[in-house]
C-alpha cells in the first residue's frame, strides 16, 4: 500500500480537483440532500433518520468503491493497482484545499476584501459577509489546520489501513458531517449520528496531526515547541474533540490566536481561545499556514509509506 499512497498524493499534487471533472464528492452530496426528505418521512424521529442516513451512505460508498476495485482487479492486476492510486487520489485534498486558500489570500494582497469574503465562504460554516480582514485571515488560518486532518492526514491514515474502500468510508462521513452534522437549527438531531461517526474517525489523526504540525513547524523554521506545547494546553478547549488539536498546534507555530467569536447562520457563537494573544493576524499568516500544511502532507505519506514497508518486511519475513 505504500506505493499506492505515494503515487495518489503525488496525483493529488499534480491534478488537484479540476473544477470540471465529476468527483465522488459531488455525488455524495447530491445523495445526502436527496435522502433527507423520504428517510424523515418514514422514521417518526430526527435521530433514527440521520442513523438510517449515515448508514445508507457509507455503506453504499464503502461497496461502490470495494466493487470497482474488485473489477479492475479482476481484468488484470496492473488495473486494479491503478484504480486503487485513482481512488485514494480522488480521497485527498492537498493541492484543493491550498487552491481554495490562494483564492482568499490574492483578493487580501489586492486589498479585495468583497472577494475575499466570497472566497472564505466557499470553505467555512461561518458567516463571512461582514469579517474584518484580521476576521478573514484567522478564519482561513483555523479552516488551513483543521483541513489538514480531515482533508489529508485522515484520508491517507485511513487508506493505509484498509486500501481505497476505508478511506472512501472515511470520505464519506466527513461529507456527511459537513453537511448535517450541525448541533443546532435543522440537523441538531438528524446530523447527531454523522457528527459523532466523524468525532470517532478524526480522534487518532487529529491528534497526529498536532504532533506531525508541531515537527513541521521545527523543520521549516517556525516555533515547533510552542505548537507543541499549544497543542496539548488548548487542544481540548475546543467544542470539537478534535479540531482543536491542529488548531492549537497552527496558533503555537504561527504565534497567533486561534478561536473566538464566530456568526453561523446568524447565531453568535464563541469559541475558546486557542494560543497566546499577542498580535493581529497577518497576511503572511496564511502563507506561513500553507508551508506547514505542505509540510505536513510530506511527513504523513513518507511515514505512512515507510510504516507499511516495515510491515510488509515483517510480515513477509
Do not use: C
Given at each position: 500500500m505504500g506505493l499506492e499512497l505515494l503515487l495518489a498524493w503525488g496525483l493529488d499534487l499534480w491534478l488537484g480537483d479540476p473544477p470540471t471533472w465529476p468527483h465522488p464528492v459531488r455525488g455524495l452530496g447530491w445523495v445526502i440532500n436527496?435522502?433527507?426528505?423520504?428517510?424523515?418521512?418514514?422514521?417518526?424521529?430526527?435521530?433514527?433518520?440521520?442513523?438510517?442516513?449515515?448508514?445508507?451512505?457509507?455503506?453504499?460508498?464503502?461497496?461502490?468503491?470495494?466493487t470497482l476495485q474488485c473489477l479492475a482487479s479482476r481484468i488484470h492486476p496492473a488495473l486494479g493497482f491503478i484504480c486503487s492510486v485513482f481512488l485514494i487520489y480522488l480521497a485527498l485534498s492537498v493541492k484543493d484545499l491550498a487552491d481554495h486558500a490562494q483564492a482568499v489570500y490574492q483578493p487580501l494582497v489586492r486589498g479585495e476584501l468583497p472577494a475575499a469574503r466570497l472566497a472564505l465562504s466557499r470553505i467555512v460554516g461561518r458567516d463571512t459577509a461582514n469579517l474584518s480582514e484580521p476576521e478573514i485571515i484567522r478564519a482561513t488560518v483555523e479552516t488551513i489546520a483543521e483541513n489538514t486532518v480531515d482533508g489529508i492526514i485522515s484520508?491517507?491514515?485511513?487508506?493505509?489501513?484498509?486500501?481505497?474502500?476505508?478511506?472512501?468510508?472515511?470520505?464519506?462521513?466527513?461529507?456527511?458531517?459537513?453537511?448535517?452534522?450541525?448541533?443546532?437549527g435543522r440537523y441538531q438531531e438528524y446530523g447527531w449520528a454523522s457528527a459523532r461517526l466523524d468525532d470517532v474517525l478524526n480522534w487518532l489523526p487529529a491528534r497526529l496531526g498536532g504532533v506531525w504540525l508541531a515537527l513541521a513547524a521545527m523543520l521549516i523554521g517556525l516555533n515547533g515547541r510552542r505548537s507543541w506545547e499549544v497543542c496539548w494546553?488548548?487542544?481540548?478547549?475546543?467544542?470539537?474533540?478534535?479540531a482543536g488539536f491542529p488548531e492549537a498546534a497552527m496558533?503555537?507555530?504561527?504565534g497567533l490566536q486561534l478561536g473566538g467569536l464566530s456568526s453561523y447562520g446568524g447565531q453568535q457563537v464563541n469559541k475558546p481561545s486557542l494560543g497566546d494573544d499577542g498580535r493581529d493576524p497577518e497576511l503572511g499568516d496564511i502563507v506561513q499556514a500553507l508551508r506547514l500544511l505542505n509540510a505536513v502532507s510530506v511527513l504523513t505519506v513518507l511515514g505512512l509509506t515507510l510504516l507499511s514497508v516495515l510491515i510488509n518486511f515483517m510480515l513477509t519475513r
Open positions: 436527496a435522502l433527507e426528505a423520504p428517510l424523515r418521512k418514514i422514521f417518526p424521529q430526527a435521530r433514527q433518520a440521520g442513523i438510517a442516513l449515515a448508514a445508507i451512505v457509507v455503506l453504499v460508498s464503502v461497496g461502490l468503491v470495494l484520508p491517507l491514515v485511513y487508506a493505509a489501513l484498509g486500501g481505497p474502500g476505508l478511506a472512501w468510508g472515511y470520505k464519506a462521513v466527513n461529507t456527511l458531517d459537513s453537511m448535517v452534522g450541525y448541533p443546532w494546553r488548548d487542544g481540548r478547549k475546543h467544542p470539537s474533540p478534535n496558533a503555537g507555530a504561527l
